[in-house]
């Protein structure tokens, strides 16, 4: 992500919406937002004609509901949103990060594996 958009919260919903189901209509992800909490169906096509704009999402008008597509690559946005948390929040100490998100919520089983297997690549070992 060249051109470093940092996604409000609410443009992060949405983002997540997209990147799990695809393409979607504002019905359907306004349906989605609606699971956890209510959203105006307004409220959701205004967030996403914002996004529009900011290049964010693209809109797809062929059909009489717009479809929304992200521009933004998933994991490219993370990996933003990280640097920026782990300097803003962590004066760019990974292990404070890692230490601080590993405290907060206990990982499960499988996600401990993956971890473990992630420091034995970066340490150089083998898997």
Known sequence: ???KIKPTDAELEILQIIWK??????RHINDIMNENKVVGYTTTLKLLQIMAQKGIVRADKTERSHVYTSLLKEEETQRQLIDQLLVAAF????KKLVMQALGNRKPSLTELDEIKSLIRRLEGGTQ
């Not at 189901?21 to 504002?26: H, R």
């Not at 004066?91 to 990974?94: N, Q, R």
């Open 21 to 26: 189901y695809g393409p979607s209509t504002v």
């Open 91 to 94: 004066g760019g100490s990974a």
């Open 1 to 3: 992500m060249s051109h």
